[in-house]
């Protein structure tokens, strides 16, 4: 699995000249946690991310009038990215590097195609971990099969009696 296959290619974005409370409605209305900003030209570009944690410890957590905050004031530096190619562990990698739980994900050509948070990244390594504990239960079946087959059976194990209590050095 790579990350063009879990990512969520339906982020939601907001101007940068949009306020702190237009985002956190936007972020309400379409219940995410993370915003994908962008700038006010006529063909915009990708400045950053704010998320509902960034609302809240930089702008609300701060003293002072908030009224006039402005996404761009909350963006911290240009957004980290990840190639949609990418694997988990590749993508986990650059999360633990730069400190951050999402990453915008790009494609071969650098263009914005989705945003990947560290939630998903564990829903990914979870289905990879439960595809191995399948291949390893279908492979327990099989070699009971095989061995029934070709008419050898396993010999009983021996179950030791309980002699006693360990040692501790």
Same mark, same amino acid.
């Given at each position: 699995?790579?990350?063009?296959?879990?990512?969520?290619?339906?982020?939601?974005?907001?101007? /940068?000249?949009?306020? =702190?409370?237009?985002?956190? *409605?936007?972020?309400?209305?379409?219940?995410?946690?993370?915003?994908?900003?962008?700038?006010?030209?006529? =063909?915009?570009?990708?400045?950053?991310?704010?998320?509902?944690?960034?609302?809240?410890?930089?702008?609300?957590?701060?003293?002072?009038?908030?009224?006039?905050?402005?996404?761009?004031?909350?963006? &911290?530096?240009?957004?980290?990215?990840?190639?949609?190619?990418?694997?988990?562990?590749?993508?986990? /990698?650059?999360?633990?590097?730069?400190?951050?739980?999402?990453?915008?994900?790009?494609?071969?050509?650098?263009?914005?195609?989705?945003?990947?948070?560290?939630?998903?990244?564990?829903?990914?390594?979870?289905?990879?971990?439960?595809?191995?504990?399948?291949? =390893?239960?279908?492979?327990? &079946?099989?070699?009971?099969?095989?061995?029934?087959?070709?008419?050898?059976?396993?010999?009983?194990?021996? *179950?030791?009696?309980?002699?006693?209590? *360990?040692?501790?050095?």
């Amino acid at each position: 699995m790579n990350i063009a296959d879990l990512c969520r290619r339906d982020v939601v974005t907001i101007r /940068e000249g949009a306020t =702190l409370q237009q985002a956190a *409605v936007l972020m309400c209305e379409q219940h995410v946690g993370a915003l994908v900003v962008i700038d006010d030209d006529a =063909l915009p570009r990708v400045t950053g991310i704010v998320t509902d944690r960034d609302i809240v410890l930089d702008a609300v957590g701060r003293a002072g009038d908030v009224r006039d905050l402005r996404m761009q004031h909350l963006v &911290k530096a240009h957004p980290i990215s990840v190639q949609s190619r990418a694997t988990l562990g590749e993508a986990a /990698e650059i999360m633990a590097r730069e400190g951050v739980r999402r990453l915008l994900v790009v494609d071969d050509s650098e263009m914005a195609v989705g945003l990947v948070s560290a939630d998903d990244l564990v829903t990914g390594m979870a289905e990879e971990l439960q595809a191995v504990a399948r291949a =390893l239960r279908k492979n327990l &079946k099989r070699e009971r099969f095989e061995r029934h087959l070709f008419g050898s059976t396993a010999a009983r194990r021996p *179950v030791l009696a309980l002699v006693g209590q *360990v040692r501790s050095p």
